[in-house]
Structures are given as structure tokens and as C-alpha cells.
């Protein structure tokens, strides 16, 4: 038998700031970029009651550790629950169980924070932000690590929903945080977008993405979720998070290509080859990047292990017990 830590979502929400967040998703995507593997999500859809299973892992082996997320979402509870199995890179066994609720809108926004500290402009100072939920949240608390911003401007279509989340984050950033009344609004002048919603349909104009801008586009988890126009996509230097994902289910990606505006070899890099300097990423100041996060297991079991070391110095958790194969899998 061996001992594995179940660790609940409220006993690892305090045990890592933003910038913890990109420190070790940016050393996890390096990993990746120098041949460690990781794969994109597996997906099962039900039909009655609607809902959606999913899956993705990777194994990074100098953080010693490999694992991803389960999760399910929608069915007849209407909500969504994940699963963060983490194992023991070096010797195969179960290290913890994280309850990955918490966390999520952090490791994904530290993905995004990379990908903008490796693609966007060093003089950016101006932020759009489409979308005022949870991962919009994730996404700006993180990126506002790698980039000193003076001006934020969220757009969602509630307007007390992106009211309530400038008067948030203008007390927590030293940037001016306003909300306004419309995307094109919120680009006029941006250096970076995030756009972070559900959306099937794109939720800016390719004509209010000013040359030189880097957007992050990060719902993009399904062929028919799409934020980004195809045209955007096509002039833009395209990187996603796994390579393997673009022709999968990044929806924007496939927009285009089904728009005849790129075909799959559009693909610039993806993010760790960037990380690890096997790819330029930006050449101009001029140039339009995309980076597109559709979440990966990368961020997940670099996230899961840092939140996994705190919890057990911090003696939090509790352990179950696992059997190894060897004892238990015997068919008696």
C-alpha cells in the first residue's frame, strides 16, 4: 500500500500568488518544448442528460511529476467537478488527489501570462479584456505579473458583471481599471487582448486588432467555440498551447481553415517550443500574435505539484491508501 494526500479545493486556494502560478507553468511549458510529453483533451459528450466528460494529462519529468485533470460538466447536476490526479514521476506512484476547482482559473491564466510574456510587445502598457468571469479573472491576475500595465479595459455584455470586475481589480493593480461599452471600445489602443468567454460566434472585429498587439484567446476547448475571426487568425503568428490541439478542437483555428484562409500548417510553434527558444515567437513590433488556450494537462500538473509541496510543508490534507497492482490486481 502507499499513501496518497487528498487535498480539497478550500486547502490549497492560499497557498500560491499569481506570479507562483506563471513561475512554474512557464518551467512546465519549457519541458514541453524540450520533449517532454503531454496530450490535448479527450472529450465524451452525452446526449440525455447533455453533458461532457473530459480528459488530458502530461508528464513533466523534472518537476517529478505527471497527471492531469478529470472533470465533468453539465449532466443532471448542471455544474462542473474536477479531478486533479497527481503520480510520482520517478517511481509511477500516486502522489495526491486534488480537488482542481480553485486553482483552475489560475494555471490556465498563468498559460495565457506566459504566452504573453513570450509573444507580446515589451512596451505593452494597455490591456483589453473580453469577458469578466472566473477565467477572465485567472487571466488578468496572472498576466498583470509579467507586463506593468497602466490602462485595463474590460468589456463583457452585463454591465454591472464587467462594472463589478473593474472596481475589483482596480484596487488590487496599480493599472487604471475601467469598464466600458463595447469591445471595439475596450481595443482601441490595446497591446494585449485576452479574450476569455464562451462564445461561439467571434467577440471583436479583426479591424480593431492594431498591428503589433498580442491576443490571447482562451476559449477556444471546442470546434464550435470561437472568439477569434478567422481573418485575425490567418495575419496573426499562431501558437497554441499543444500543437496537436489546433486541428483538434481550437475553434477560431478551425474557422479559419474551413474559411479556406489558412490550412494546418498555419501553425507558427506551439507554446514550449517558444519557451525553450526553438521558436522566435515575435520578429517586429508590427506583427499580430495569437496565442490560443484551449487548456492542456502542462499547467495542470505544474499548478497541482507546487499546490501538492505547499500543502504537505503546511501539513494539510488527509491520506488514502492505494493498492499496487502487484497486491490487488490478482482476478481472485
Known amino acids: ?53 473530459t480528459t488530458y494529462a502530461a508528464l513533466l519529468p523534472e518537476t517529478g511529476a505527471m497527471g492531469g485533470y478529470t472533470y465533468s460538466a453539465g449532466f443532471g447536476a448542471g455544474d462542473a467537478w474536477f479531478m486533479t490526479p497527481l503520480f510520482d514521476a520517478e517511481s509511477g506512484e500516486p502522489l495526491a488527489l486534488l480537488d482542481g476547482a480553485s486553482m483552475n482559473p489560475f494555471k490556465t491564466g498563468a498559460a495565457g501570462a506566459v504566452a504573453v510574456d513570450a509573444l507580446a510587445r515589451a512596451d505593452a ?92 484567446a482562451m476559449g477556444q476547448y471546442h470546434p464550435k467555440k470561437n472568439e477569434l475571426p478567422p481573418e485575425l487568425v490567418a495575419r496573426a503568428t499562431y501558437v497554441p498551447d499543444l500543437r496537436a490541439r489546433a ?43 495569437v496565442f490560443d488556450s484551449g487548456g492542456s494537462g502542462v499547467e495542470t500538473v505544474a499548478a497541482a505539484h507546487m499546490l501538492y509541496e505547499r500543502a504537505s510543508e503546511a501539513g494539510r490534507g488527509q491520506t488514502i491508501a492505494f493498492a499496487p497492482a502487484s497486491e490487488a490486481l490478482t482476478g481472485e
Open 125 to 216: 502598457t494597455e490591456i483589453a479584456v473580453i469577458g469578466s468571469g472566473a477565467q477572465a479573472r485567472g487571466q488578468l491576475a496572472t498576466t498583470a505579473t509579467v507586463r506593468e500595465f497602466e490602462a485595463v479595459r474590460v468589456f463583457s455584455p452585463t454591465a454591472e458583471h464587467r462594472e463589478a470586475f473593474a472596481e475589483s481589480f482596480d484596487d488590487r493593480l496599480d493599472a487604471d481599471v475601467s469598464a466600458v461599452g463595447s469591445a471595439s471600445e475596450a481595443l482601441a489602443g490595446a497591446d494585449v487582448v485576452i479574450t476569455a468567454t464562451t462564445a461561439s460566434e467571434p467577440v471583436i472585429d479583426d479591424g480593431d486588432v492594431e498591428p503589433g498587439t498580442h491576443v490571447t
Open 247 to 289: 486541428a483538434q478542437d481550437a475553434g477560431s483555428f478551425l474557422a479559419a481553415v474551413e474559411a479556406g484562409l489558412i490550412d494546418e500548417d498555419h501553425v507558427a510553434a506551439d507554446l514550449g517550443e517558444v519557451v525553450a527558444g526553438d521558436h522566435p515567437g515575435r520578429t517586429s513590433d508590427d506583427e499580430v500574435t
Open 1 to 53: 500500500m502507499t499513501d496518497a494526500l487528498f487535498l480539497t479545493s478550500a486547502e490549497v486556494d492560499d497557498l500560491a500568488e499569481p506570479a507562483d502560478y506563471v513561475a512554474v507553468v512557464r518551467d512546465a511549458y519549457r519541458q514541453i518544448g524540450e520533449g517532454a510529453p503531454a496530450e490535448p483533451r479527450t472529450k465524451l459528450f452525452n446526449r440525455d442528460p447533455p453533458g461532457m466528460f
